[in-house]
């Protein structure tokens, strides 16, 4: 009876007095069939909720356990703190929320010191040098480098590029400033090229940072107003001038040195021919005086009157001698007149007067 007042309270009705499971709405029962059903339908619900949460973290955790190291890549797997190098490219497995990985890209890698690579604008701090004769000049640079050491790159140092950076700006202001400002400009740019980079990577290795050097060039030089520009082109210009007039003075001393040279042999043997005619002369009459000797050692007068006769004939060669014996018309004229001549004779009459 309470539950059918209940019931009639609440806008129910029943036959039996609230002992029957039939009525309007399937009074009773029907409403606890509607409460059960209910219940089964959440309890579904969390079940399908719960898998798609299971597959979700098996998902995430596959995700997180493998990872790919690229052609142009180094990784570098962190387990507890403890860095390894991974070096070999394709697909590698880590085990998640454990072991972290980082990679670092290998490829040559530059930067610009003294002006902007984007714009082309010019950074005076970092351009602007001193050279060893006191003259400024603008020298921009750029720098190429990699990556040596994933480990040491990430872990020996904040910031290895600005480091690098930084010994690059020192190393060319240490080689500009030995050397002058002609050198910097023109000739010697190849050579500072060199010396900076030999500094840099004897300055890496100290630092040993993981980075290494590829390449550091001089990208342009010039002096740093338009009025010590105009005044570096007019030396230019001189000295373009003075390689010129050497150059043709090079090309006129070539043609002449031949000609000269074959002068000179020419002079030369004419010098030797005559050294060795004297030569021969002189042996010749070293040869005659020595015969001349051996006669005149035999018959000393002799041989004095003899050389005296050809020494006048040689002297005056139209000399004539007269000989006359004591108490004697003979005469004889030396040198003998010739038997067909009609030459004057001359008698010692002629020689007494």
Do not use: W
Request: with cysteine.
């Amino acid at each position: 009876m309470k539950d059918s007042a209940r019931n009639r309270a609440n806008g129910f009705e029943t036959m039996d007095g609230g002992r029957s499971n039939t009525g309007v709405f399937g009074t009773g029962g029907g409403n606890m069939n509607f409460h059960s059903g209910g219940k089964g339908t959440g309890t579904s619900g969390l079940k399908l909720l719960g898998v798609i949460l299971i597959v979700i973290a098996l998902f995430i955790v596959a995700f997180n356990s493998a990872y790919k190291i690229g052609e142009q890549e180094q990784g570098v797997l962190v387990t507890f703190g403890k860095a390894q190098a991974v070096t070999e490219p394709g697909l590698h497995f880590k085990i998640p929320f454990v072991q972290q990985i980082r990679k670092v890209n290998t490829t040559i890698q530059g930067f610009s010191i003294g002006y902007d690579m984007n714009s082309n604008a010019t950074y005076e701090s970092e351009s602007l040098m001193i050279t060893s004769d006191y003259n400024f000049v603008n020298v921009d640079f750029f720098v190429e480098f990699r990556y040596s050491d994933p480990v040491k790159a990430l872990y020996a140092s904040k910031d290895p590029t600005g480091i690098l950076k930084n010994v690059s700006k020192s190393c060319i202001r240490s080689v500009i400033s030995g050397y002058p400002v002609d050198s910097v400009l023109t000739t010697g740019k190849g050579e500072i090229q060199a010396s900076i980079k030999e500094k840099i990577i004897a300055d890496l290795e100290k630092q040993d940072i993981g980075v290494q050097l590829v390449n550091i060039t001089i990208q342009d030089s010039e002096p740093p107003t338009a009025t010590i520009m105009e005044a570096f082109k007019a030396v230019e210009t001189a000295k373009q001038g003075k390689e010129t007039s050497l150059n043709n003075a090079n090309k006129y001393r070539n043609e002449q040195i031949p000609s000269a040279q074959a002068q000179a042999d020419g002079i030369i043997k004419d010098a030797e021919a005559k050294k060795t005619e004297r030569i021969n002369e002189a042996t010749a009459q070293v040869a005659r005086f020595n015969s001349m000797y051996a006669e005149y050692s035999k018959n000393p007068q002799i041989t004095k009157q003899r050389m005296f006769f050809e020494t006048m004939e040689d002297v005056l060669p139209g000399l004539k001698v007269i000989i006359q014996g004591e108490g004697s018309e003979t005469q004889t004229i030396l040198p003998l007149e010739s038997f067909t001549g009609n030459t004057d004779q001359t008698t010692s009459s002629d020689l007494t007067e």
